[in-house]
């Protein structure tokens, strides 16, 4: 065995396991919807099962995988294994010790670590932020989430830093799903903007979006619903995303206004499934908002696309990852 | 002679140096006006007159002086010796050797720093940082200007960090002087403050502000200015700086919500005249806007007052400065 080890990407949509070895190859995979009820334990019975799902693709047992990783949405206390306040999975309010019931279904030892903070350091070590010493990873998706890496090291502050979806682009603006007003994440955020979409068309606007939704079986405007709205030319949802990367211009750019780091690497749901041509959007956006802009930072779509959350998980596990 | 050193605060309105020792004890100090005209000789030339009389007063000789230290504004090439682009000075547009020409003038080596920067590291080293290993210094004066300091050393990315008067606080706001729109500078630099007073006068407003100034001798709404206006009640001052708070606190709790430090030492002109009560103000400004609003950072008008850029600038000069 190749120091074989799994990495679990806990989404509030999609659990998302990657088995993978040494060198980072990935062996085998599996995905699962995240049950939508049940509360914590049933989240972790169907990550136990996906693990198991991986495994079999992988053709390894999982009680002998060396370790699991898992990048959770949340408070994560990595030490103590728990993870509370999950408001993005259903009936995760408290805290809940998902490493030892891990630990309890499958027999390794289990690391969590944050789930934005996990895919950020993966793109670090093998995705697009390879080449920087400084970044910021900007993780758009349902909310805006967000990583500093400085000097190849994750700036985590007093433990909650990175937080650019709570910038503020616009004073007295937009109400944010968080309750304040005029974040980032009230403009560019998935479920802000989905709450927009719907207000609007109650008002009388039309739109393909909730059509596409339904088409695709959906219940909400997923990343993969904006896109084909988008590329069906649904004036809405051109709009709203046009919105939504003026906002993120401004945010990144007074982000790279204080920190000055090299590079941006854009991933989440929304930023990855729309890449790179949006990235480059993205950076257009940002250029008016520049302090120095004829050394604007380069700005790439996440590299490791969907697999980087989970592949991300499985590196924590290693020695010398930084949650150890 | 007990390692006396010089400290050059090179700013808009005045120059002002501090001689101190090696315990930072100030043994002398004097305050020019900074010349309106002759452009970057005449201020050499003032600073030289500054230090000389800083030195009489502290009875040294400006030739035995270990070293002189310049906390300057604009684009500063400690290595080169250069200062270019300081917009803020008359007829500084290009590059202009500060310290040869003033090695040349007084004897000693000469060091340059940033005005901000070197303001700051007095705050961590002597003054109301000195708690906190990781905090950020917001300077509120002609603009707004800042400095990160994370583990006990100052964050430059690639040279420019620290630039949080360029945050966007407001998508599509008001005209900053720097060009853009929305930057917290236009709402709370004392530039964009007085242009934006001119204005509503003009439409009909009534404010003492202007007489305050031509009663003082200035042709400038100074900190001075604001401070008697706010103590007359002066309906007009009060507004522009509660509208000024509110920016700056959009502005400082977006920071924090990206970098988690513990602390903000507000200093500058107007930081530093309006003292811990508009401290207290700004954190209010903030709390809003916290996402983590329990843990909020302590909140400091800068300690070192009036003195603190000129202290800064002589500690450039010691073996371990930043700016060695």
Redesign the interface.
């Given at each position: 065995m190749r120091n074989v080890r799994a990495g679990v990407d806990l989404g509030g949509t999609k659990i998302q396991v990657a088995i993978v070895d040494s060198d980072h190859e990935v062996l085998g995979q599996a995905r699962r919807p995240t049950p939508g009820q049940g509360g914590p334990p049933a989240v972790a019975g169907e990550i136990a099962a996906a693990v198991g799902e991986a495994s079999a693709a992988a053709g390894v047992e999982p009680g002998s995988l060396m370790a699991i990783g898992v990048g959770s949405p949340g408070v994560v206390d990595g030490h103590a294994g728990t993870v509370a306040h999950a408001l993005n999975l259903s009936g995760w309010e408290g805290v809940f010790p998902l490493g030892p019931t891990l630990t309890k279904a499958l027999g390794p030892p289990v690391f969590l670590g944050n789930d934005v903070d996990v895919a950020v350091e993966a793109e670090l070590l093998l995705g697009a932020a390879r080449p920087y010493s400084?970044f910021i990873g900007v993780w758009w998706g349902t909310g805006v989430g967000?990583a500093?890496i400085?000097d190849r090291k994750p700036?985590?502050?007093?433990?909650?830093?990175?937080?650019?979806g709570?910038?503020?682009?616009?004073?007295n603006?937009a109400r944010c799903p968080?309750g304040?007003?005029?974040?980032l994440e009230a403009y560019a955020g998935r479920a802000a903007m989905e709450t927009h979409a719907r207000r609007l068309v109650d008002r009388g606007e039309k739109t393909d979006l909730f059509e596409i939704m339904k088409k695709e079986g959906r219940t909400r405007l997923s990343s993969g619903v904006w896109e084909r709205a988008l590329e069906k030319d649904d004036k809405l949802a051109v709009a709203l995303i046009a919105r939504a990367i003026?906002?993120l211009g401004?945010?990144i750019?007074?982000?790279i206004?204080?920190?000055?780091?090299?590079a941006v690497v854009i991933g989440g749901g929304l930023g990855t499934r729309l890449g790179q041509p949006f990235a480059d959007r993205i950076a257009e956006a940002m250029s008016?908002?520049l302090?120095?802009p004829e050394?604007a930072p380069a700005v790439h779509a996440a590299a490791l696309g969907d697999l980087g959350g989970a592949i991300g998980a499985a590196l924590i596990t290693e020695p010398g990852g930084s949650h150890h």
């Open positions: 400084s967000g500093i400085l700036w985590a502050g007093r433990g909650a830093a990175g937080e650019i709570h910038t503020v682009v616009k004073l603006g968080c304040r007003r005029g974040c003026a906002a401004a945010g750019a007074s982000a206004n204080l920190l000055d780091v090299e008016p908002h302090f120095v050394r």
